[in-house]
C-alpha cells in the first residue's frame, strides 16, 4: 500500500519533464506560430533607417557653392574693366630708337598746319644731350609740339599725339620721348643687366624724369605703350644684323621689368630703305619677334615717303607714321602664349 502513492506521485512529475523537454526543443504547437510574429515586426523598423539614408544625402545639394565662386569671378573682372578711370590717371606713351624716331621731317611741310597752341590733352617731355635749345631736360612737361633734336624738324609724334587723344577723349596723355642718330640696338641700345649701353640708360632717365613730373603735380603715371622705330644702323653690320632678333626680344623683356611695366604694349617699326645692305634680315627679324613675343605688335613703313637720301622719312612719311602707331594699339588682337 506504501509503494502506490509512490508511483502515483511520481507519474505527474514526469509528465511535467516531458512537457518541459518538449517546449525546450521547440516541439509544442503554440510556440512555432509566435516565433515568425516577432520576426515579421524586426525587419518593419529595419526599413525606416532605409529611408533615412536619402534624407542624408538629401542635403549634399548645397554643394552649389561651386558655381558661386565662377559668378563672383566674373563680376569682379567685368567691373574692373568697366571701371571709371582715376581723375588723376595720365595716360603715358613712350617713343625710342634713332633717326626716323626723332624726325627729319620739316615743319613748313606738314599736310596739317600745327598750331603754336592748341587744347589737345597732350603733353610732352624729351631730351636731346648736348642741346640747350630743346623742350626737355628739365622735368618739363609741355604742349605737345615738334620734339627733334634738328631744328625746325619734327618727328611722328605730332600725328601720333592727335590721333591718341582723339582715340581716347576726356584722358590726359603724355608722351616721353628719346631718340638719337644712327645708334644700334646691338651696342648704344643694350638693355644690359650687366652691361647697359649709354642710350638705353639715358631713355630710362629720361622715362623716369618724365614719370616723377607727373607725380609733382598729383598725377598717377600708368604706361600704356612704347613705339620703337630703330634698326637701320644694324641692318648696316653684319653682327647686329645677325643677332637684331636675339637682341630685341631681351630689349622687350629688359624694359617692361626696368620700368615695371609688364602689360605694357610695344609696338615695332618695321624699317625700311633700299640702300641698307642687310634690310631685309632686320625685317625678318623684327616681323619674328611680333610674331612670337605676347603683347607686341608690329607697323610696317613700306610706302612712307623718304626723302632724298632713301634712308629718312620726309615730312608726309613722318605724320604717316605717328599714324600707323596710333591705329597699331587701336586692333584688337589676342595677346600669344
Given at each position: 500500500?506504501?509503494?502506490?502513492?509512490?508511483?502515483?506521485?511520481?507519474?505527474?512529475?514526469?509528465?511535467?519533464?516531458?512537457?518541459?523537454?518538449?517546449?525546450?526543443?521547440?516541439?509544442?504547437?503554440?510556440?512555432?506560430?509566435?516565433?515568425?510574429?516577432?520576426?515579421?515586426?524586426?525587419?518593419?523598423?529595419?526599413?525606416?533607417?532605409?529611408?533615412?539614408?536619402?534624407?542624408?544625402?538629401?542635403?549634399?545639394?548645397?554643394?552649389?557653392?561651386?558655381?558661386?565662386?565662377?559668378?563672383?569671378?566674373?563680376?569682379?573682372?567685368?567691373?574692373?574693366?568697366?571701371?571709371?578711370?582715376?581723375?588723376?590717371?595720365?595716360?603715358?606713351?613712350?617713343?625710342?630708337?634713332?633717326?626716323?624716331?626723332?624726325?627729319?621731317?620739316?615743319?613748313?611741310?606738314?599736310?596739317?598746319?600745327?598750331?603754336?597752341?592748341?587744347?589737345?590733352?597732350?603733353?610732352?617731355?624729351?631730351?636731346?644731350?648736348?642741346?640747350?635749345?630743346?623742350?626737355?631736360?628739365?622735368?618739363?612737361?609741355?604742349?605737345?609740339?615738334?620734339?627733334?633734336?634738328?631744328?625746325?624738324?619734327?618727328?611722328?609724334?605730332?600725328?601720333?599725339?592727335?590721333?591718341?587723344?582723339?582715340?581716347?577723349?576726356?584722358?590726359?596723355?603724355?608722351?616721353?620721348?628719346?631718340?638719337?642718330?644712327?645708334?644700334?640696338?646691338?651696342?648704344?641700345?643694350?638693355?644690359?643687366?650687366?652691361?647697359?649701353?649709354?642710350?638705353?640708360?639715358?631713355?630710362?632717365?629720361?622715362?623716369?624724369?618724365?614719370?616723377?613730373?607727373?607725380?609733382?603735380e598729383g598725377?598717377?603715371?600708368?604706361?600704356?605703350?612704347?613705339?620703337?622705330?630703330?634698326?637701320?644702323?644694324?641692318?648696316?653690320?653684319?653682327?647686329?644684323?645677325?643677332?637684331?632678333?636675339?637682341?630685341?626680344?631681351?630689349?622687350?623683356?629688359?624694359?617692361?621689368?626696368?620700368?615695371?611695366?609688364p602689360e605694357?604694349?610695344?609696338?615695332?617699326?618695321?624699317?625700311s630703305g633700299?640702300?641698307?645692305?642687310?634690310?631685309?634680315?632686320?625685317?625678318?627679324?623684327?616681323?619674328?619677334?611680333?610674331?612670337?613675343?605676347?603683347?607686341?605688335?608690329?607697323?610696317?613703313?613700306?610706302?612712307?615717303?623718304?626723302?632724298?637720301?632713301?634712308?629718312?622719312?620726309?615730312?608726309?612719311?613722318?605724320?604717316?607714321?605717328?599714324?600707323?602707331?596710333?591705329?597699331?594699339?587701336?586692333?584688337?588682337?589676342?595677346?600669344?602664349?
Open positions: 500500500m506504501a509503494r502506490l502513492p509512490r508511483t502515483a506521485h511520481r507519474q505527474p512529475l514526469s509528465l511535467l519533464c516531458c512537457l518541459l523537454l518538449a517546449i525546450a526543443l521547440g516541439c509544442s504547437p503554440a510556440s512555432q506560430p509566435e516565433t515568425p510574429t516577432p520576426s515579421k515586426p524586426l525587419q518593419a523598423p529595419s526599413e525606416p533607417p532605409r529611408a533615412s539614408q536619402p534624407e542624408t544625402r538629401a542635403p549634399a545639394p548645397p554643394k552649389a557653392p561651386n558655381p558661386a565662386p565662377v559668378v563672383e569671378r566674373a563680376e569682379t573682372e567685368e567691373p574692373s574693366q568697366d571701371e571709371t578711370p582715376s581723375p588723376n590717371r595720365v595716360r603715358v606713351y613712350l617713343l625710342a630708337g634713332q633717326s626716323n624716331m626723332n624726325g627729319h621731317g620739316f615743319l613748313d611741310r606738314l599736310p596739317e598746319p600745327w598750331p603754336e597752341r592748341h587744347e589737345l590733352p597732350v603733353r610732352i617731355h624729351w631730351d636731346q644731350p648736348g642741346r640747350r635749345w630743346d623742350a626737355g631736360g628739365r622735368r618739363e612737361l609741355k604742349p605737345l609740339g615738334p620734339a627733334s633734336l634738328i631744328r625746325g624738324r619734327f618727328g611722328p609724334e605730332l600725328s601720333l599725339g592727335k590721333r591718341l587723344a582723339a582715340r581716347t577723349p576726356g584722358e590726359r596723355l603724355v608722351l616721353l620721348k628719346y631718340a638719337m642718330h644712327w645708334t644700334s640696338l646691338s651696342h648704344d641700345w643694350r638693355p644690359g643687366p650687366r652691361r647697359r649701353g649709354p642710350m638705353y640708360r639715358r631713355f630710362l632717365h629720361i622715362v623716369r624724369q618724365g614719370l616723377e613730373a607727373i607725380r609733382a598725377g598717377e603715371p600708368e604706361l600704356v605703350a612704347m613705339f620703337w622705330m630703330q634698326g637701320e644702323r644694324d641692318a648696316a653690320e653684319r653682327h647686329g644684323a645677325q643677332h637684331y632678333r636675339r637682341n630685341l626680344a631681351r630689349f622687350i623683356v629688359q624694359v617692361r621689368r626696368d620700368l615695371a611695366a605694357m604694349i610695344f609696338v615695332i617699326g618695321q624699317i633700299p640702300k641698307l645692305p642687310r634690310l631685309k634680315q632686320v625685317r625678318e627679324a623684327q616681323a619674328e619677334v611680333a610674331r612670337t613675343s605676347p603683347g607686341v605688335r608690329l607697323v610696317d613703313t613700306e610706302g612712307l615717303p623718304l626723302m632724298f637720301d632713301r634712308l629718312h622719312f620726309n615730312a608726309q612719311g613722318q605724320w604717316g607714321l605717328g599714324e600707323r602707331f596710333a591705329a597699331a594699339l587701336e586692333e584688337r588682337r589676342p595677346t600669344p602664349p
